[in-house]
């Protein structure tokens, strides 16, 4: 059942490197990570991959796939001819650690600066909320924080100088996902444009075409925070949330 | 001379799952300034992969739920081997920690009332599981990393630095801790996996918290990280484990395609009313319910099927028996040779619920079978056999504090032992996790301010020297040809159903393997080289091994995730026994030395809570409570 397929894989650090011709054996059911991993065990004992779940929970296996950003141990081998040259390389946006090993940090240092969950005076234990209130934000907690739209955004993908003024897709995602927490009393808007740089978002939606996941980023959490940037109180759920009391919108929050 | 990192911490957390985040966050809270170290990256430990639920008796489904019954489900699901103190204060505390999560930002799924919506699992007399579809590790993982980050936030506004008080070293592998001459824990050595740098971080309180085993199983549902690290790193310094022989196997691992066999099918398929059936399109699970449980369960599929309407006057099915009964169960099955085409059997909700219900429910299952098998589980049975998937042995821990039995280590989560006795009920980890990380978090934040320590140079020079031993061996052996060969052993000789002849035969295959394992060697730079990082984790996963094999030879009885095919029975006079594994001399080549340790009696309030003669199936005569109260 099995064939033998060829792989050219990304190989280096420090900024230099080069595509590397590989023959690797492939099996039934297999996916990119499993001829990754056999290169490994085979002729590459040193090539550098992150991987832990291998079930596409953990989002660390992140790079692009013949160009397209994926997560590899979803990517399955039956979906390219066995003939075809499967090309491997690490995530473009963000600097090469070594071979498909990138340096992600730029998304941690974002994720500090938002402004945390604050449910108010309400006590542990006291909480209220009704399933579909909370649905919108639990769409997006679903991110496994792969990364991939943050990689796919064109906003950063080859602008090194837009990184200190965009926190991307994820992290504006994150604005979202606290502004219509139904429990959360902090206002985020102002940052939301003036910080983290929802204005350069020009809604291209790359970014939900390459989530592992199937989050509507675009659709369900950026052109909603845009439309509240501009104060129209536009999402049918969290309108009704305000009408009835459930959101408090204090005064503005600074950014963290 | 390789240049080596030197920090200071008040309390260094070896582990950034479940547990190592709430230890963290407590010991921070504590005014510790606390470092954690992880082999992965921030918010991607195992326990994202957590999916069913986080079991607690916040009775927001059937108020009639309270700890006492929590706590007797859980002495139940582990037939009585549970440390009871562990048992006991796991199921008073669960519920506060899971509204805790709530009050840092976390959204579980609801009921009607706008309360946190409760599962049905196997072994839970009520629903009781709070969860978010089918994502809730990932769902608790992401809380405490938004906490910790809340908490960098303030020492920011503070100090003017995130990482002051609390400081996160990701993709960074401890290789030993540290001891000083009286004994302590004084530090840990780490090396940085991108770079291959060393670091040594003084500290005098450690907080284990590893997570599992499964990585020396060929079929598991673990991921790399499983490596038994934490394990290894104690009885390396010295602390000892208990009940190491019993493991679970989960009943639901995929089977096909080969590279996704041992992936997870989460028990809530079953939970919300998934079936079993043998390829004659029977329910088999009827077949299978043990004298002990046989109250307990229903007897016919009628009756199961008005449970899941109906729970207070029906019993539950018996694709809920706990999951050692049901991992057995398919065995049977697929030997008696009435198995699924791959070799497992089927696993069915198409026919249950309606297509957009088990999307609803289900939606990473649903995802995932699509993804990997081509199989959409909406309109077919999915084909499922057993896993492993959880070690219920590991370090022997004061309940209250989590103090392991050295001065300065701590231990929670699935690295410890005790709690789950000889099965692990499907939730009892994530709030197991949530409580004890925070009581060890406590408990080293107290030890940390009486103690102070310095880390003699001998332990970092002998450390290092372990670290770089495998680039200095020339022409040893591939690491990844040994490990494979591990997984092998284990998954044949050490597996589900274990024997004595086969017992014996995987401990001296394990001896082979420990000689082998000293004479791996690599080659290359130290930067990110995943070669270099299994030759060092093969040192902890050959020690583990060791003590499953050893102990499961030890054990004459079968009881829960511990099957003796030649002493199928349980043995009351074996339940009262703990067995305990110890290094017989320090360091890599110091053998396990294996002690039998007589359990404390179960306090008379607790034993009080069951009938006679519910106890009478498990303690020996003379342990029952005397027949007057
Ligand atoms: C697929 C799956 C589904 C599950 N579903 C459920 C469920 O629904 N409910 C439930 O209650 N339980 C469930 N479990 C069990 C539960 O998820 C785990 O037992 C639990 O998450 C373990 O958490 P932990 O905090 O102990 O460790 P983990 O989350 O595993 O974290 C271990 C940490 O230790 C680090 N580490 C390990 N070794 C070293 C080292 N040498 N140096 C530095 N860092 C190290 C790792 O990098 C990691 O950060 C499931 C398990 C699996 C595999
Ligand atoms: S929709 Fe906005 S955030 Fe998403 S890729 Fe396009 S520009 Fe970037
Ligand atoms: S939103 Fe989707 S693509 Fe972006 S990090 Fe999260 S899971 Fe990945
Ligand atoms: S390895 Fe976890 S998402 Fe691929």
């Known amino acids: 059942m099995g064939y033998k397929a060829k792989f050219r894989v990304w190989r280096g650090d420090g900024g ?99 402004p945390s969950f604050d449910g108010g005076d309400v006590k ?71 910080d983290f740089g929802l204005g350069y978002c020009n809604i291209t939606k790359c970014c939900t075409d390459v989530c592992p996941e199937h989050i ?33 919108r204090g005064k503005e929050t600074p950014k963290a | 001379m390789t240049e080596i990192e030197r920090l200071q911490y008040d309390v260094v957390v070896i582990g950034a799952g479940g547990a190592g985040l709430r230890a963290a966050i407590e010991a921070r809270l504590q005014g510790k300034k606390t470092a954690i170290i992880s082999k992965s990256l921030f918010g991607k430990a195992h326990t994202v992969m957590a999916e069913g639920g986080a079991a607690a008796a916040m009775g927001n489904v059937n108020a009639n739920d309270n700890w006492q019954v929590h706590f007797r489900d859980t002495m139940r699901g582990g037939k009585f081997l549970n440390n009871w103190r562990m048992a006991e204060l796991h199921a008073k505390e669960a519920p506060d920690r899971i509204w805790e999560l709530e009050a840092w930002g976390a959204i579980f799924d609801r009921t009607k009332e706008g309360k946190i919506s409760q599962r049905n699992f196997g072994g839970h007399q009520y629903p009781r599981l709070a969860h978010v579809g089918d994502r ?22 503070e100090f003017g630095d995130y990482d002051a008080k609390l400081r996160v070293f990701a993709e960074t592998t401890v290789t030993r801790l540290l001891k000083d001459a009286e004994g302590k824990i004084c530090g840990v050595f780490a090396y940085i996996r991108e770079t291959g740098k060393f670091v040594v971080i003084e500290t005098p309180a450690v907080v284990l918290a590893t997570g599992g085993i499964g990585k020396s199983f060929k079929v598991t549902s673990n991921s790399w990280e499983y490596t038994g690290d934490g394990h290894a790193l104690a009885l390396l310094a010295g602390a000892s484990l208990i009940n190491m022989e019993v493991v679970q196997f989960h009943p639901t691992g995929m089977v096909w395609p080969p590279s996704v066999k041992g992936i997870l099918v989460t028990e809530s398929v079953r939970g919300d009313g998934g079936v079993l059936k043998n390829s004659d399109g029977k329910r088999f699970m009827f077949d299978y319910v043990p004298d002990v449980f046989k109250d307990q369960y229903a007897t016919t599929e009628e009756e199961g099927d008005r449970w899941y309407e109906d729970a207070d006057n029906n019993r539950r099915p018996p694709e809920l028996l706990p999951r050692d009964e049901v991992a057995r169960a398919i065995n049977s099955e697929v030997k008696a040779g009435r198995g699924s085409p791959h070799g497992g059997v089927f696993l069915d909700i198409a026919s249950r619920l309606k297509p957009e219900q088990v999307i ?34 590991g370090v022997e821990v004061d309940p209250d504090t989590a103090a392991a039995l050295i001065p300065g280590l701590f231990a929670a989560g699935e690295v410890s032992g005790g709690m789950h006795g000889s099965n692990r009920l499907g939730g009892n980890s994530l709030s197991d996790l949530l409580v004890f990380g925070r009581r060890a978090g406590e408990g080293a934040a107290e030890y ?34 040994v490990h494979q060969e591990l997984q092998q052993t284990m998954n044949d000789l050490v597996g589900i159903i274990r024997r004595e002849e086969e017992l014996e035969q995987a401990i001296e295959a394990l001896g082979k393997l420990r000689e082998r394992v000293a004479n791996v060697s690599v080659q290359g730079g130290r930067g990110y080289h995943p070669g270099w990082h299994l030759a060092l984790d093969l040192r902890n996963m050959v020690l583990v091994s060791e003590c499953v094999a050893k102990a499961a030879l030890e054990r004459q009885e079968s009881r829960g995730g511990h099957t003796r095919d030649d002493y199928p029975a349980m043995s009351p006079e074996w339940r009262k026994v703990n067995l305990v594994c110890r290094l017989a001399s320090e360091g890599a080549d110091g053998f396990v030395e294996l002690k039998r340790q007589e359990m404390e009696p179960m306090r008379e309030d607790l034993i009080g ?21």
């Not at chain 1, 992290?171 to 102002?190: G, I, K, N, S």
């Not at chain 2, 301010?449 to 040893?476: I, K």
């Not at chain 2, 809570?609 to 109260?629: A, C, I, M, Q, R």
């Open chain 1, 16 to 114: 230099e490197g080069e595509l590397k011709d590989y023959t690797v054996e492939v099996n039934e059911g297999e996916v990119v990570l499993d001829a990754i991993h056999r290169l490994q065990a085979t002729e590459a004992p040193d090539l550098a991959v992150r991987w832990n779940c291998k079930a596409g929970k953990c989002g660390s296996c992140s790079a692009e796939v013949n160009g397209r950003p994926r997560l590899m141990c979803m990517t399955r081998m039956s979906t390219f001819e066995e003939d075809e040259t499967v090309t491997v390389t690490p995530m473009r946006t963000f600097p090469v650690i070594r071979d498909l090993v990138t340096d992600v940090s730029y998304n941690y240092e974002k994720a500090r600066e938002v």
């Open chain 1, 124 to 194: 542990p234990g006291e909480f209220r909320m009704q399933q579909v209130d909370v649905e919108r934000s639990q769409e997006f907690r679903k991110c496994i924080e792969c990364f991939l739209c943050n990689n796919t955004c064109h906003v950063i993908r080859d602008h090194e100088e837009n990184k200190e003024h965009f926190a991307g897709p994820r992290f504006l995602m994150r604005v979202a996902e606290l502004e219509m927490h139904p429990a959360d009393v902090a206002d985020r808007r102002q940052i939301a444009q003036d």
């Open chain 1, 216 to 248: 509507k980023i675009t659709d369900n959490a950026l052109i909603p925070m845009k439309e509240r940037v501009v104060g129209r109180r536009y999402d049918p759920l969290v309108w009704l949330g305000s009408k009835i009391g459930v959101v408090k």
């Open chain 2, 136 to 157: 809730t590790g990932l769902e608790l993982i992401r809380t405490c990393q938004q906490k910790i980050v809340s908490l960098q936030q303030e020492d920011y506004r």
């Open chain 2, 360 to 393: 609803k429910r289900l939606p990473s299952m649903h995802h995932q079978f699509k993804e990997l098998a081509d199989v959409d589980i909406t309109a077919e049975p999915m084909e499922v056999g057993p896993t492993c998937h959880y070690v219920m042995g």
């Open chain 2, 448 to 481: 940390a301010s009486e103690v102070t320590v310095t880390v003699p140079e001998s332990e970092v020079e002998a450390a290092m020297a372990e670290a770089l031993a495998p680039y200095d061996r020339e022409g040893g052996e591939n690491p990844y040809a």
């Open chain 2, 609 to 629: 809570l069951f009938e006679v003669d519910e106890l009478k199936k498990y303690l020996t005569e003379g342990e029952l409570p005397s027949e007057e109260n």
